[in-house]
Every structure is written in C-alpha cells, then in structure tokens.
Antibody, heavy 121, light 103 residues
Framework: EVQLVESGGGLVQPGGSLRLPCAAS????????MSWVRQAPGKGLEWVSV???????YYADSVKGRFTISRHNSKNTLYLQMNSLRAEDTAVYYC???????????????WGQGTLVTVSS | EIVLTQSPATLSLSPGERATLSCRAS??????LAWYQQKPGQAPRLLIY???NRATGIPARFSGSGSGTDFTLTISSLEPEDFAVYYC?????FGPGTKVDIK
C-alpha cells in the first residue's frame, strides 16, 4: 500500500528555518517524480517544488532561492528545507507523488496527510 | 504560465441532484487536465485525469469532459460524501476551486 507521511511542521519565527520530511512506503521515492504542494489556511492549492527521478529540481517563483527539495534514497524519504521563512509561507504542506498517465502527462496520485507550518512572531 | 479559472465558486445543491463544475484554461491544454476532490481536514484526492479518465476506485457517478480550454466535471447524482471542494489542475497549476455544499 502506498503511504506518504509528512512531519516536521510547527511554529517558527519569520526569518527562521524548518525541514519537512516525507516518509514514503509502498513505492520507491527515487524512481518517481515527487512534489510538495501547500495550502494556506482557507485557501487553495499551490505547487511548491518537484524533484524528478533523475534528480532535477524545480521551484515555484514564490519560494525559489529559499526552499530546497531533496531526497534520501536509502531512507525512501523526501525533504523540503525551508529557509528565510515569511508569514506568507504559513500553510499545510503536502508531499505528493506524480504519476505519468498514458498521455505522457503527470498528475498527483498519492498525497500525504499534510503538516502545518506557521510562521509568526 | 497557464491560468485556470473555475466556476461557480460555490454550488449549493441537494443530495441526488446533478452537479456541473466548470474549469477554463487561459490557453489550450489539449486534454491534459485533472480534477481533485478535497474534504475538510483531508488531502486532495485524484478523481479524473486526462480530462475524462477516472482514477482508480473513483465511482462512475463522477465524469469529466472537455478539451482545449473548457472542461467540465459532472457528478451525476450527489451522494452525502460528495460535498467538498473540487480543484482542476494542469501541469503544476491549480484552479481556485469550486465548493459544493448542501442546499
């Protein structure tokens, strides 16, 4: 059974840092495209970052230069390192697996339960 | 970058009624569009991909249609568990969502 479990959320001051792990089971993280998607309180979904199976990484403009996505293959775990946090980064952060459909396009087929990050003084 | 708009923002219906949700893309996305359902306190769930293909385990009352810039998610007869927020998505862009609530 595929499972994704995020952790590491909490309250952090503006300018601070936080690292979010996402532990996967039932599949191999390094063989898949893996993304982070966030949702501010009461708002919609916003894609944050992706790491491809080949290791390439991409970021939303809103977090570029501040967030880093990575993975630990032997732990089968995805990470999001968040630095220079701002109030507007307050959100539930989900990790999600991307699956390639027969069309060749990618969609988010499995999601974790999310972890809340609150940036406030 | 593609912008997705969804309408209406809120749809108030009764159980058993038909729900029709719309998603419009700022440029053609061919048939490469997905729909997700999100209930309060839960992660989103993939319902439809490539505009019209149901994901694994999704009931047949959910159907998707459209191509180019205009897409529709139809729930043929609303069950109590279907009252939720629905998002469309293309590439890594999400629409703002449509909330389906109980009338």
């Amino acid at each position: 059974e595929v499972q994704l479990v995020e952790s590491g959320g909490g309250l952090v001051q503006p300018g601070g840092s936080l690292r979010l792990p996402c532990a996967a089971s039932g599949f191999t993280v390094s063989s898949n495209y893996m993304s982070w998607v966030r949702q501010a309180p009461g708002k919609g979904l916003e894609w944050v970052s992706v790491i491809y199976s080949g290791g390439s990484t991409y970021y939303a403009d809103s977090v570029k230069g501040r967030f880093t996505i990575s993975r630990h293959n032997s732990k089968n775990t995805l990470y999001l390192q968040m630095n220079s946090l701002r109030a507007e980064d307050t959100a539930v952060y989900y990790c999600a697996r991307e699956v390639q459909a027969s069309s060749g396009w990618y969609y988010f087929d499995y999601w974790g339960q999310g972890t809340l990050v609150t940036v406030s003084s | 970058e593609i912008v997705l708009t969804q309408s209406p923002a809120t749809l108030s219906l009764s159980p058993g009624e038909r729900a029709t949700l719309s998603c419009r893309a700022s440029q053609s996305v061919s048939s490469y569009l997905a729909w997700y359902q999100q209930k309060p306190g839960q992660a989103p769930r993939l319902l439809i991909y490539d505009a019209s293909n149901r994901a694994t385990g999704i009931p047949a009352r959910f159907s998707g249609s459209g191509s180019g810039t205009d897409f529709t998610l139809t729930i043929s007869s609303l069950e109590p568990e279907d009252f939720a927020v629905y998002y469309c998505q293309q590439r890594r862009v999400f629409g703002p969502g449509t909330k389906v609530d109980i009338k």
